[in-house]
């Protein structure tokens, strides 16, 4: 169990930090993205404005003189956005772009690759073309960032393109450098989860071995007064007969023998090295074996238990829990069925897997899965369960061996009548 307590542990632990670091790294690169496409957005917006040119930068313009209000008013101030639109001059030399103008029907007009080399005018027109016959308006096409503008007051249709590509090849270096590292950091934090995993478990695992050495040791300090009490028993009716409070007595040592050793099987089966000897048996035998006493049980309490137990099926486990397992279910169904209730026990094959099914009427209760049927001292109804002496363990002593079989085991009621539990066993 601290096994699977810890792998639990790690796999919340790791997927929370995966999660919160894919977060942060979508956002990162995002952001990255979105700022490229506003760069280049921009150089487009400034060619459109200069009507298919870039602004020109003259090093020879005077600066404005103190005092000039004409040239005051006319220049803006450095924290006007507009101020940031103006292009450097630099501009000219980095930014590499081409026009394409088409008429409204579609045909190329004019195409200006002046300011590149990458592209031939053939290039430019295959790219407006396809952009225009699929009604294409901005975006990416290849490495160039594209968009339609009207330029001179013109009914015609502008395709401006700015070469993005050394922007995109640094936009994909640091994504792939970005998911590298969170990859690594993600496997560093892996090997730390794992090492203080041991650490933040400790105290767990500690109380853990404690329960588990208390509930051995007092299963064996009871039994020896329950000995002692059921030998007692047994000299006072041989010497005065039985009567009905030595029958109660011994009924009363039975539960408590019952319960003393199913603890012990469960604390056994919660350790991690605990093993059942496996073997080939034929398991129809065993479930018909086992399941015989309980259709005279059944019929003795007003009930109907009917069998449909495929023949000839072998199993590979341990034929004895496989039996208790039966057992368990087949006394569960008597115990907690309706008066004159319906029992049902089913056993075939599906394929590879191997299916026994209990179903029983019951009392009214909730449509759906009762997983909380296997848990340990588990009582639907406490006062029922006085009545019949159930102590809410033998559905979880069910439950470790199915798992110990590494099979499956679900509770489930389809009309709230009705209680089914299927057990579904690898072959």
């Not at 000897?277 to 059944?298: H, R």
Request: include cysteine; glycine fraction near 6%.
């Amino acid at each position: 169990m601290l096994k699977k307590l810890r792998k639990k542990f790690i796999a919340i632990a790791m997927c929370s930090i995966g999660i919160v670091l894919a977060i942060i790294m979508t956002g990162i690169n995002l952001a990255n993205y979105m700022n490229v496409c506003r760069n280049a957005d921009a150089r487009i917006s400034m060619i459109s404005d200069n009507d298919g040119h870039l602004p020109e930068e003259s090093d020879n313009t005077p600066p404005p003189k103190q005092g000039d209000d004409k040239n005051n008013k006319d220049q803006k101030p450095a924290d006007d956005p507009g101020a940031k639109r103006q292009m450097s001059p630099e501009a000219s030399f980095d930014t590499r772009f081409f026009t394409v103008t088409l008429t409204d029907d579609g045909t190329i007009e004019q195409i200006d690759t002046g300011k590149i080399a990458a592209v031939t005018t053939q290039d430019a027109s295959d790219y407006a073309s396809f952009l225009y016959k699929n009604g294409k308006s901005h975006g990416f096409v290849s490495c160039y960032r594209y968009q339609t503008v009207t330029l001179d007051n013109s009914e015609n249709i502008t395709y401006i393109f700015v070469n993005c590509e050394r922007e995109l090849n640094t936009f994909h270096a640091f994504l792939l450098a970005s998911v590298g590292i969170s990859l690594a950091g993600l496997l560093v934090v892996f090997l730390l989860v794992v090492f203080f995993s041991k650490i933040v478990l400790r105290p767990v695992a500690e109380s853990y071995e404690k329960q588990k050495r208390f509930i051995t040791d007092a299963s064996h300090e009871i039994k020896t007064p329950l000995t002692i009490i059921d030998a007692n028993t047994e000299v006072l009716e041989m010497m005065e007969g039985e009567n009905q409070w030595t029958k109660s007595t011994r009924k009363q040592i039975a539960r408590l023998t019952s319960l003393t050793e199913k603890l012990v099987f469960l604390s056994r089966m919660d350790e991690e090295t605990t093993t059942l000897d496996m073997q080939i048996f034929a398991i129809s035998d065993a479930v018909i074996d086992t399941a015989e006493p309980f259709i005279g049980l059944a019929a003795s309490r007003g009930k109907t238990l009917t069998c449909d137990i495929a023949p000839d099926l072998t199993y590979y486990g341990n034929e004895g829990s496989i039996r208790q397992l039966i057992s368990l279910l087949l006394d569960n169904a008597v115990k907690y069925s309706t008066d004159d209730g319906q029992i049902r026990l089913s056993f075939h094959n599906a394929g590879r897997n191997l299916i026994l099914q209990v179903w029983n009427t019951t009392d009214s209760i909730p449509v759906g899965r009762h997983d909380e049927l296997f848990e340990r001292f588990y009582r639907a109804d406490k006062s029922r369960n006085q009545k019949t002496g159930g102590f809410g363990i033998g559905l979880s002593v069910v439950y470790a061996i199915a798992n110990a079989h590494k099979g499956k085991i679900t509770a489930r009621s389809d009309d709230g009548n009705s209680l089914l539990f299927t057990i579904t066993l690898s072959s």
